[in-house]
């Protein structure tokens, strides 16, 4: 027989709205009373991502379900069952007999992740044999039902555009109407937009209403949409017929969009007034290269359904579907836990199937959780030695046994993550996991993730801007000063398949890494984060850049004592800077501010005295802000 859904309900994404489900179950055999019916999500994620509310079913005496789950049952005690409802049949329910349900419930923040809902049944046990085994709980076979959910209404219009031009000489560029939390959304009517290029520093205010607009490229859009714009006018600033003489500067795709053509619920708060017009920036766009390198942006940590049990919550294939064309970054590696055998052929596989060099790369990953810290590894040969559980027999497990076994292995990157934190899951008191147990550096432990959806692990104290949640002294300062080379990068550590996206104060958050790249392909992208070319940004894609003595940030540099040592730093952000610092020993050696979203800046730092690193944060006015991988200066006699 089947679970269907009863009423019309299409739920979308929020952090309070209940909607009310009337689910049918048809019985696919007799059950009588004493029976206990189950209905459950099929993946972990879901079941945790969904509230529920209220849950009863007709006939039957609830055992478990609605508010007592999350008054009395931790979620995460219930990883492996995803119970939602549990009941003792009543009465006797006889094959197809239409049985109702009830479910009350508030949906997830992020889009596409339904609930799938599967039955499971135990037989009642007869009373000459109650002091017997139970029996066992089995899952109905036939098709359960799922509850989808969407984008909210538009709330927000981002541009995305890639930093760089492509080798086709085009700019990748994604319109994409959102919901409050970040989901692409679709507007309710078809809208006009116009765009344009601004050079960096232009103003898109005063003056950028009807008329300003008459020669702007314009086009009618009722949901996302990847356009390939022409990167002349990007190197002219604006203007085709102007000099593109300074290849070092930036522009912006700068749209504007009329308020009138707005639906009552549709808004664009991202948007800067300009008469009847909303208008919105772009990420800067170089028109030039930082030594022949190109910048890109992608996520390397986030999780899928792919692996057995996992705890993702969307195919693979939508996961970088949305990566390459929601967020439009240059690049992504999947992070799934421990994905063994048939799971790793398929995540390689798919992997593949969206490595499009100079277009789109990805590259292989996985996660090793273990009680003493969780790191990635990263690599270009689907069939390398630190596969878990390939040809070399990579058996995951604690942290001191996982690196001796990458000791004897080459070619790969190992970056932990959240290192400054305890697992929220917890036995008998217990968290599941603690923070990272820095161990003596490995040269391929080259990378550390700076920032994620737990929060900043940059120090163990901050100021709220720059969302340190966690102080566990193992920080990135703590691993720094231990002697770890370790560039940064920036991941979501997301478990709802949608690279680069986390929620943030209940409100839309987006985490990237940046790396300085020959090409946007796949051994190029994995050479930049291997030689820590990398910058971390939180809700921006500045463009960072530092040199120490003309080195740039994430390298080696070896000086004699007494060397002048002198930082050059350009940053092409996208709001004025309320703070920019270099960062050296765990204290800040330089601070500045900008009123502008462009800096260039040469920092005397003094002469050299010992061998230290530095590196570089800022803070944009609007909150967004980003780290440059540090320098590591070794000074000898």
């Known amino acids: 027989m089947s679970l269907t859904i009863g009423n019309e309900v299409q739920a979308h994404c929020s952090s309070n709205r209940q909607f009310e489900y009337e689910l049918i179950w048809r019985p696919e055999r007799n059950y009588v009373p004493g029976t206990e019916v189950e209905l459950r999500a099929r993946y972990f994620r879901?079941?945790?991502?969904?509230?529920?509310?209220?849950?009863?079913?007709?006939?039957?005496?609830?055992?478990?379900?609605?508010?007592?789950?999350?008054?009395?049952?931790?979620?995460?005690?219930?990883?492996?069952?995803?119970?939602?409802?549990?009941?003792?049949l009543l009465r006797m329910v006889t094959k197809g007999q239409p049985v109702k349900l009830r479910l009350t419930a508030t949906p997830p923040l992020f889009a596409g992740l339904d609930l799938e809902l599967l039955v499971w049944t135990r037989e009642a046990q007869p009373m000459a044999a109650k002091d017997a085994e139970p029996k066992p709980l089995l899952k109905e076979e036939d098709a359960g039902c799922t509850l989808t959910v969407v984008a909210g209404p538009v709330e927000r219009f981002s541009v995305y555009s890639r930093p760089a031009a492509g080798a086709d000489g085009k700019v990748r560029t994604a319109f994409v109407?959102?919901?409050?939390?970040?989901?692409?959304?679709?507007?309710?009517?078809?809208?006009?937009?116009?765009?344009?290029?601004?050079?960096?520093?232009?103003?898109?205010?005063?003056g950028a209403g009807a008329n300003a607009w008459d020669a702007a490229a314009e086009l009618e859009l009722s949901e996302a949409k990847v356009l390939e714009l022409d990167a002349s006018v990007v190197a002219a600033g604006g203007d085709p017929a102007a000099s593109a003489a300074s290849a070092s500067a930036s522009a912006s795709v700068v749209v504007s969009i009329r308020m009138e053509e707005l639906g009552l619920q549709e808004n664009i708060s991202n948007g800067t007034v300009d008469g009847e017009y909303l208008v919105v920036r772009g990420n800067?766009?170089?028109?030039?290269?930082?030594?022949?390198?190109?910048?890109?942006?992608?996520?390397?940590?986030?999780?899928?359904?792919?692996?057995?049990?996992?705890?993702?919550?969307?195919?693979?294939?939508?996961?970088?579907?949305?990566?390459?064309?929601?967020?439009?970054?240059?690049?992504?590696?999947?992070?799934?836990?421990?994905?063994?055998?048939?799971?790793?052929?398929?995540?390689?596989?798919?992997?593949?199937?969206?490595?499009e060099p100079d277009r789109f790369a990805t590259i292989y990953g996985w996660e090793n959780s273990t009680n003493r810290g969780h790191e990635n590894y990263y690599f270009t040969d689907p069939d390398h030695a630190a596969v878990c559980m390939g040809r070399a027999g990579f058996k995951p497990g604690d942290l001191e046994t996982a690196t001796a076994h990458l000791d004897g292995?080459?070619?790969?990157?190992?970056?932990?993550?959240?290192?400054?934190?305890?697992?929220?899951?917890?036995?008998?008191?217990?968290?599941?996991?603690?923070?990272?147990?820095?161990?003596e550096p490995r040269e391929y432990r080259r990378l550390v993730e700076i920032v994620q959806n737990r929060g900043n692990m940059e120090k163990n104290d901050y100021s709220d801007a720059?969302?340190?949640?966690?102080?566990?002294?193992?920080?990135?300062?703590?691993?720094?000063?231990?002697?770890?080379?370790?560039?940064?990068?920036?991941?979501?550590?997301?478990?709802?398949?949608?690279?680069?996206?986390?929620?943030?104060?209940?409100?839309?958050?987006?985490?990237?890494?940046?790396?300085?790249?020959?090409?946007?392909?796949?051994?190029?992208?994995?050479?930049?984060?291997?030689?820590?070319?990398?910058?971390?940004?939180?809700?921006?894609r500045a463009l960072v850049w530092f040199t120490v003595n003309g080195e740039p940030m994430g390298g080696d540099l070896e000086v004699t004592a007494g060397t002048p040592l002198t930082v050059h730093i350009q940053l092409e952000a996208e709001a004025p800077l309320q703070s920019i610092e270099l960062v050296s020993e765990g204290r800040t050696v330089w601070a500045s501010s900008s009123v502008t979203p462009s800096v260039d800046v040469q920092v005397p730092l003094g002469e050299a005295a010992k061998s230290m690193h530095v590196y570089l944060r800022a803070l944009q006015r609007d909150g967004g802000f980003m780290y440059g991988s540090p320098m590591f200066i070794d000074v000898h006699d």
């Not at 945790?48 to 931790?74: P, Q, T, V």
């Not at 190992?414 to 603690?434: C, I, Q, Y």
């Open 177 to 206: 109407p959102e919901d409050r939390y970040g989901n692409p959304a679709r507007f309710e009517r078809p809208v006009r937009v116009s765009w344009r290029w601004v050079g960096a520093g232009a103003g898109v205010g005063a």
């Open 284 to 355: 800067p766009v170089l028109t030039g290269t930082r030594r022949g390198w190109v910048a890109a942006f992608g996520d390397i940590h986030w999780h899928t359904q792919e692996v057995a049990g996992a705890d993702g919550g969307r195919p693979m294939t939508e996961a970088l579907r949305s990566a390459r064309d929601a967020l439009n970054m240059d690049f992504a590696a999947p992070g799934d836990h421990s994905p063994q055998g048939a799971e790793w052929e398929r995540t390689a596989q798919i992997v593949d199937a969206f490595n």
């Open 409 to 439: 292995c080459s070619e790969f990157i190992a970056v932990p993550h959240h290192t400054n934190s305890n697992a929220t899951m917890k036995k008998d008191g217990v968290p599941a996991w603690h923070p990272y147990n820095w161990m």
């Open 46 to 88: 879901q079941y945790h991502e969904w509230k529920f509310h209220y849950a009863e079913m007709e006939g039957a005496e609830l055992l478990f379900g609605g508010d007592i789950n999350r008054a009395g049952f931790d979620s995460f005690q219930n990883k492996k069952q995803h119970i939602m409802l549990k009941v003792r």
């Open 466 to 540: 720059w969302r340190g949640l966690v102080h566990n002294r193992a920080s990135v300062q703590d691993a720094l000063a231990m002697g770890h080379r370790l560039g940064f990068t920036g991941g979501t550590d997301n478990h709802v398949g949608w690279p680069g996206r986390v929620i943030y104060e209940n409100r839309r958050s987006v985490i990237l890494t940046g790396v300085w790249t020959e090409r946007v392909e796949r051994m190029s992208v994995y050479q930049a984060l291997s030689n820590r070319r990398t910058w971390a940004v939180c809700d921006t």
